[in-house]
């Protein structure tokens, strides 16, 4: 079965706080493992990892990849209440033209 | 940056109709065109994936007969919903992508069937 499960499903912090979300996936057919921002409309892209342990970077935002565990991290440092969102982790099959398989996302809430 | 259009935003239509959704790669030639769904509090849920000039490919327990997807050109898929009922009311989002980078999404299409 093709699962990408992300942890925690909601999280709520105040300003200023590091966060780490966790998302999980299955080995089979994987070519790269990509993670999202959802606000009210459509996901605009964060990152795509295609290797392991090799850090991405952008502003206060990072994230990494462990194929052998199968798992990536996405963290907010010095999060502010523009950071609350939905943040989705997708995995991309290396077969069958590119297709995403979706978490069912992590609900962040930042309160100032 | 890549950008994707949708159109409409939002359609409210009756029981019984049918509804055009419209997706645009603005900026770049989109090979390769996906269609998701996104129920509330959901996640996307993949419907199919259309190449230009071709046949789509559906996912598993997503009628193609119910969903038409017509990918006329490397600009322009389409997504008609036949015969719409209550429980096809959802967020519909496309995606874009051009050779083997990453996809960019559409600003999604709000679909209520009354």
């Known amino acids: 079965e093709d699962k990408v499960v992300q942890s925690p499903l909601s999280l709520v912090v105040h300003e200023g706080d590091t966060v780490t979300l966790n998302c999980s996936y299955e080995?089979?057919?994987?070519?790269?493992l990509l993670w999202y921002k959802q606000e009210k409309k459509a996901p605009t892209f964060l990152f795509m990892l295609t290797s392991s342990g090799i850090e991405k970077k952008s502003g206060r935002l990072s994230s990494i990849l462990d194929k052998k565990e199968l798992f990536s991290i996405l963290n907010i440092t010095a999060t502010q209440t523009g950071d609350s969102a939905v943040y989705l982790c997708a995995k991309e099959r290396e077969t069958s033209g590119s297709r995403l398989t979706f978490g069912e996302g992590t609900q962040l809430t930042v309160n100032p | 940056g890549a950008v994707v259009s949708q159109h409409p935003s939002w359609v409210i239509c009756k029981s019984g109709t049918s509804v055009k959704i419209e997706c645009r790669s603005l900026d770049f030639q989109a090979t390769t065109m996906f269609w998701y769904r996104q129920f509330p509090k959901q996640s996307l849920m993949l419907m199919a994936t259309?190449?230009?000039?071709?046949?789509?490919?559906?996912e598993q327990g997503v009628e193609k007969d119910k969903f038409l997807i017509n990918h006329a050109s490397l600009t322009l898929s389409t997504l008609t919903v036949t015969s719409a009922h209550p429980e096809d009311s959802s967020f519909y989002i496309c995606?874009?992508?051009?050779?083997?980078?990453?996809?960019?999404f559409g600003p999604g299409t709000r679909l209520t069937v009354t």
């Open positions: 080995v089979t057919n994987f070519r790269s």
């Open positions: 995606s874009a992508q051009q050779g083997a980078y990453e996809q960019y």
């Open positions: 259309s190449n230009e000039g071709s046949k789509a490919t559906y």
